[in-house]
Structures are given as structure tokens and as C-alpha cells.
């Protein structure tokens, strides 16, 4: 079932979102200084393309530096990444069909506003699936 989620979330709206996090990454990371961010759009960028069967969770390690560099990250790219799964959510929830991708699309504005801190898990034990894991 998530493979079939996450192939119709790729195609109404997954792709799109994927294309929006790479632009800010690339943004980012062309200027020197905001390359971790860069590198944090990247992340949340691949978990946009695939979401089902991954979460997100708080790291446990991250501190004030965290909150500052999200507090940064909201005014550099957040906003308007927030804004993109708002629109695609409200769009994905006209339809019967739609409403669970919406309601995933609106799990994901949190982390798309803050995404320091948090680390992309997946919810299968398996070898395969944390080895992924462990990557991103």
C-alpha cells in the first residue's frame, strides 16, 4: 500500500515539491555561508518525493544552534516551502482519492519550517530500510 501512495504522490504532486526543495537547496548552497541549509532542503526534499514509510522525528542532540538556524531557515525558504505543501494539500484534498495524500502533504509543513534538528527515519525494521536511513 505505501508503494502505491507514494507512486500517486509522486505524480499529483511529490515531483513538484521534490523540485521546490531542490531549488532552495540549490539557492543555498551557492552561497557559501548557507550550505547547511542547503544541505537540509536537500534531506527533507528526498523525503518529499517518497514520504510514505518514513517519519520524522526530533533528534534528542540538537540545541539552541537548531532553533537558531531554523529560526534563519524560515526566513531564507520555510515560508514559501510551507506555503507549497499548503496549496498542494488544500489541491490534493478536492478529491475522495486526494484526502490522504492532502492530510500527509499538511504532516509535512512542520519540518518543512523547521527542519534542523530532525532526522528522516523509516517505519519498517529491516536491513535495506535502515541502511537508507542511516544515508540521509
Not at 47 to 55: D, K, N, S
Not at 72 to 81: C, E
Request: glycine share 12%; net charge positive; proline share 5%.
Amino acid at each position: 500500500m505505501r508503494t502505491l501512495l507514494n507512486v500517486i504522490w509522486l505524480v499529483l504532486s511529490g515531483f513538484w515539491l521534490f523540485l521546490g526543495y531542490v531549488a532552495a537547496g540549490i539557492l543555498l548552497c551557492v552561497l557559501i555561508i548557507t550550505i547547511p541549509w542547503g544541505i537540509a532542503s536537500f534531506r527533507i526534499g528526498g523525503y518529499a518525493l517518497w514520504p510514505f514509510g518514513r517519519t520524522v522525528v526530533a533528534k534528542p542532540t540538537s540545541g539552541a544552534f537548531s532553533f537558531i538556524g531554523n529560526v534563519i531557515w524560515v526566513i531564507l525558504a520555510g515560508w514559501w516551502l510551507a506555503l507549497a505543501h499548503i496549496v498542494s494539500g488544500i489541491a490534493l484534498c478536492v478529491t475522495i482519492i486526494g484526502i490522504p495524500l492532502g492530510i500527509a502533504d499538511f504532516k509535512m509543513v512542520p519540518v518543512s519550517l523547521a527542519p534542523l534538528g530532525k532526522q528522516i527515519v523509516s517505519n519498517r525494521p529491516g536491513e535495506f530500510d535502515q541502511a537508507v536511513t542511516r544515508r540521509a
